[in-house]
């Protein structure tokens, strides 16, 4: 059984950058796609970046210029490099992982469809 804990999250200030880290326990990262989520206040959550073990990405648009997924295998860890942050990118992120050969990273974020799931980390970008 994978097991997910984000961290990295908290308050900044519009303009600046945070990175989050997903490390994975239980098991390995290697054969998964791993996916962010985003559940902003009073909205659905949605997928903005997933990320295949070969690196393949996605952005949902409205991070795509902004962010960046990366892994390290060694760590068993996915990061999101957050830069030029807006005070809409506020809410709560979660990472997810599913094994890459039953979804792209498009799908995975698109669709949502992760089988493990964190508990999330707050980001809030307020001035």
């Known amino acids: 059984q994978l097991q997910l804990v984000e961290s990295g999250g908290g308050l900044v200030q519009p303009g600046e950058s945070l990175t989050l880290s997903c490390t994975a326990s239980?098991?390995?990262?290697?054969?998964?796609?791993i996916g962010w989520f985003r559940r902003a206040p009073g909205k659905e959550r949605e997928g903005i970046s997933c990320?295949?073990?070969?690196?393949?990405?996605y952005y949902s648009d409205s991070v795509k210029g902004r962010f960046t997924a990366a892994r390290d295998a060694a760590k068993n860890t996915a990061y999101l490099q957050m830069n030029a942050l807006k005070p809409e990118d506020t809410g709560i992120y979660y990472c997810?992982?599913?094994?890459?050969?039953?979804?792209?990273?498009?799908?995975?974020?698109?669709?949502?469809?992760?089988?493990?799931w964190g508990q999330g980390t707050q980001v809030t970008v307020s001035s």
């Open positions: 997810a992982a599913r094994l890459a050969m039953m979804v792209s990273p498009q799908n995975l974020c698109i669709r949502q469809i992760g089988r493990d």
């Open positions: 239980g098991s390995t990262l290697e054969r998964h796609s």
């Open positions: 990320i295949s073990p070969n690196n393949d990405t």
